[in-house]
């Protein structure tokens, strides 16, 4: 692993310090993501630097007991160890997200030739609501606080502006959303949570990574 590293230039050695500081920040690394500018899905520059750079950086965080995955066709490569995983988001974080996986699985099931979906605000609540998850539609600022999070990590990328955000804005739905929640019984989860009453607690989101690499 040393012998690799030496060999590399100054340049190459920052991508790689950014890339592994990227990783343990954000997870995942998209292969495309949405460029509002361009209008379009582009390539990210750090997945393709990952990629370059792969093995080296599989064995870098073996020794942490981490396990690096890559997923060619669906674009994704991710860490992978238990503790990284359990943190709490709220409760309607973590509806939606339940949401938009059955929303992305089923759009994928339609012969989708591309690895994202895209939906609207009103088929993310129209969806909650067909399982009875939400007393009420939320808040416009707790939509926007919500939609916020998840893109944060990156499950999601809004194609509108969040302060204009209504029922027509726009989302896409990442790949990584199979990483996240690809082993759940989705329409289990959305059923605990028909049961329930609202407390306005934070949940833990019980989806964990499944090995996706190919």
Request: overall charge negative.
């Amino acid at each position: 692993m040393t012998e690799y590293y030496d060999t590399l230039t100054d340049e190459e050695k920052d991508e790689i310090r950014d890339i592994i500081q990227m990783l343990f920040r954000q997870t995942f690394l998209l292969e495309r993501k949405y460029d509002r500018r361009a209008g379009r899905m582009t390539i990210v520059r750090e997945y393709r630097t990952a990629d370059r750079h792969l093995e080296f950086l599989k064995e870098y965080f073996a020794v942490a007991g981490i396990a690096l995955r890559q997923n060619v066709h669906m674009g994704v490569i991710y860490i992978q160890e238990e503790a990284l995983w359990g943190e709490k988001l709220p409760r309607l974080a973590t509806i939606y997200l339940l949401v938009l996986k059955l929303l992305y699985d089923e759009q994928m099931a339609s012969a989708s030739s591309s690895s994202h979906a895209a939906v609207t605000m009103g088929m993310l609540n129209g969806k909650a609501g067909e399982f009875h998850v939400l007393g009420s539609i939320p808040s416009p600022t707790e939509m926007r606080r919500t939609i916020a999070l998840l893109k944060k990590y990156q499950i999601i990328e809004p194609l509108d502006i969040l302060e204009e955000l209504d029922e027509n804005t726009r989302l896409i739905i990442y790949p990584c959303i199979n990483a996240v929640l690809a082993g759940d019984d989705i329409m289990g989860l959305l059923n605990t949570f028909s049961e329930e009453e609202y407390s306005g607690e934070e949940t833990a989101v019980q989806g964990t990574i499944e090995d996706m690499s190919e």
